[in-house]
Nanobody, 126 residues
Framework: QVQPVESGGGLVQAGDSLRLACAAS????????MAWFRQAPGKEREFVAI??????YYAASVKGRFTISRDNAKNTMYLQMNSLKPEDTAVYYC?????????????????????WGQGTQVTVSS
């Protein structure tokens, strides 16, 4: 079993930066894929970014502003969020999958991920 735990959320102003962390415990050596999703109030959860066996991919809405990275020694994944906008306000979730996802179209599908964190709130004020 793997248990992801998110941290780093908070209240910031538009244009500010924030770094989220996802610390994974358990059988972390088996995890090849980790991703961030988010859910804004009244909306469905959506894909944000993925670290997939060393490759990264971003949703169009965050590309160029967000950077995903992973520190294998610490079993931790990060999401550096720059130039934050009010529309980035959401609960951010960490998701993990044991094996690699080979189809880019599958990155955004929630059922592809085996483990989920509880989420961390990010609020961006205008």
């Amino acid at each position: 079993q793997v248990q992801p735990v998110e941290s780093g959320g908070g209240l910031v102003q538009a244009g500010d930066s924030l770094r989220l962390a996802c610390a994974a415990s358990g059988r972390t050596f088996s995890i090849n894929t980790m991703a961030w999703f988010r859910q804004a109030p009244g909306k469905e959860r959506e894909f944000v970014a993925i670290w997939n066996a060393g490759n990264t991919y971003y949703a169009a809405s965050v590309k160029g502003r967000f950077t995903i990275s992973r520190d294998n020694a610490k079993n931790t994944m990060y999401l550096q969020m720059n130039s934050l906008k009010p529309e980035d306000t959401a609960v951010y979730y960490c998701a993990a999958r044991v094996d690699t996802i080979y189809n880019v179209g599958d990155y955004v599908k929630e059922y592809m991920y085996h483990y989920w964190g509880q989420g961390t709130q990010v609020t961006v004020s205008s």
